[in-house]
């Protein structure tokens, strides 16, 4: 994920690697793990792929069971996505996206908190 949480590169095992907008929900690149670094360089803009809290109100958000569950404040837990295949679930605090790969499928979401 980018730094300023705009754009998600997404990888597959077929070794092509998709470039995501997440305000629009579209692919901007497609290309493969040989253009790694050029898509990291152009697109990404950042070595920080990593994630962050945000002001202590981090939404409760984990994959079981195949689905992205989001654990509300009052205890109760809604599922928002329920997928074939098991998750892989990278989350940017900072930004409110939520990212999760499962098989050759992708899910961006804008997190509200």
């Given at each position: 994920?980018?730094?300023?949480g705009r754009r998600v590169v997404s990888g597959s095992r077929d070794k092509?690697?998709?470039v995501w907008d997440v305000e629009r929900g579209i692919t901007l690149h497609t290309g493969g793990v040989e253009d790694w670094e050029e898509i990291t360089s152009r697109f990404l803009k950042t070595a920080d792929f990593g994630t962050a809290s945000r002001a202590g109100r981090t939404p409760q958000l984990f994959s079981?069971?195949?689905g992205?569950?989001?654990?509300?404040?009052?205890?109760?837990e809604a599922v928002l996505a329920h997928l074939d295949d098991p998750i892989d679930l990278q989350i940017d605090h900072d930004?409110?996206?939520a990212v999760a790969g499962s098989g050759n499928l992708v899910a961006?979401?804008?997190l509200v908190v």
């Open positions: 994920m980018s730094g300023d092509s690697v998709r079981w069971d195949k992205i569950v989001q654990r509300r404040e009052d205890g109760s930004h409110g996206v961006i979401m804008k």
